[in-house]
């Protein structure tokens, strides 16, 4: 089904009747959508709104509220990706929305790439993924922040973070066997010259942390990235 961001969605009633102008409006627009489709309305907060297009003008689109679902986060997963090649670091982007990422923190390490993070592009990548993949929740993007800073923040709130799980270490002194995972996890994905021998000792002393061992030496970002959704789908618990 198409889906639309609209932020501004909030207390919207079933049977309510709601403009949509602006960039909404737009993309109505262009995928050509006819009077009496079915869409759906996506705030990226968890609130999903199924509604009917009524009326297709110059400037606005008017559609009514026929269901409204509240979808909750279940799941803190947040993921510290390296930054690599814009092109890769897009894709890693849209799958890390499509893994139901809570946060994404682009992080700076030795191999990383050195470029100015567009985050006003970026987050128009996280909404065009949230809206493809019908996801109910917009991932928070953080600055780029240096590997040692976040680590440090880990063992200073380490309360904060009970699981850490480390993609690919190649000197690793970590174990490879993961544990059941709770509710809040925290994933590593090194840029794809991988971490530094500094850099893995560093993350081999983070407290709960494990680390995923796969027998392809290089992967791409992108790939470690689902590799690693998958482990941590099958080792996490999940709330009812």
């Known amino acids: 089904m198409r889906a639309f961001y609209l932020n501004n969605l909030a ?3 079933v049977g309510q009747k709601l403009s949509i102008e602006g960039e909404g409006f737009n993309h109505i627009k262009v995928v050509r959508l006819k009077p009496s489709e079915e869409i ?33 986060q279940l799941n803190a ?26 946060t994404i923190i682009p992080l700076e390490t030795r191999y990383s790439q050195r470029y100015e993070l567009n985050y006003e592009r970026a987050n128009r990548l996280l909404i065009q993924a949230l809206e493809q993949s019908n996801s109910a929740w917009l991932p928070k993007l953080l600055p780029v922040t240096a ?37 809040s996890v925290m994933g590593f994905i090194g840029p794809e010259g991988g971490f530094s021998e500094d850099e893995e000792k560093l993350l081999a002393k983070l407290p709960n942390a494990s680390t995923i061992h796969l027998p392809t030496p290089i992967l791409r970002a992108p790939t470690a990235l689902a590799a690693l959704g998958g482990v941590i789908f099958t080792k996490q618990r999940v709330l009812d």
């Open 77 to 102: 997963l947040t993921l510290a990706i390296g930054l690599v090649k814009k092109d890769a670091f897009d894709l890693c982007l849209k799958m890390a929305v499509e893994l139901g990422a809570t």
């Open 147 to 183: 590997i040692e800073s976040l680590s440090q923040e880990i063992v200073d709130n380490c309360e904060k973070y009970s699981n850490l799980i480390i993609m690919g270490m190649a000197n690793s002194t970590l174990p490879a066997k993961l544990p059941e995972l709770g509710t």
């Open 40 to 72: 759906l309305l996506l705030t990226g907060q968890g609130d999903n709104y199924l509604a009917r297009l009524e009326v297709l003008g110059k400037k606005s689109a008017i559609v009514e509220v026929l269901r409204y679902e509240h979808k909750p």
């Open 11 to 13: 207390n919207a009633q």
